[in-house]
């Protein structure tokens, strides 16, 4: 077992030191001890999500696609314009999970939607 903090990205229990920063061997995440220790005291674990326009998200608000989207394995593309209901929010690189009428579950990237 390690005597330096878990990695804040993937959890791993294997990070090492290299010079100032502290490094994670399985996400390659890198990050300053005096960051860790200025993270645990805020104690903040609330999740920002900004909109195209940096109006912040969140659950249940409304969006708006800015921009024709293709989709993976399907023909159609989601048009802009399309309005979606009843967002959540994830902390992922497509931190949007909703549904969509007429393509079901997706996920989607804030920089794409604008609030409702």
Known sequence: MSEFPPCPKCKSP????????LNCP???H????????AEEK??????????????ILQN?????????????????NIKAGTKV??????????NIDCK???FGAMALKSIYVKKA
Request: aromatic share 4%; proline share 2%.
């Open 30 to 37: 890198e990050w300053s001890a005096e960051a860790e220790v």
């Open 85 to 94: 209901k009843n967002i959540k929010l994830v902390d992922s690189d497509h």
């Open 14 to 21: 294997f990070s090492y030191q290299m010079g100032h920063l």
């Open 60 to 76: 249940g608000d409304a969006v708006v696609i800015i921009k024709d989207l293709p989709v993976k394995g399907s023909s159609k």
């Open 42 to 55: 805020s104690n903040d674990d609330t999740l920002v999500v900004k909109d195209s326009n940096g109006a």
């Open 100 to 102: 969509i009428e007429g």
């Open 26 to 28: 399985e996400c390659g």
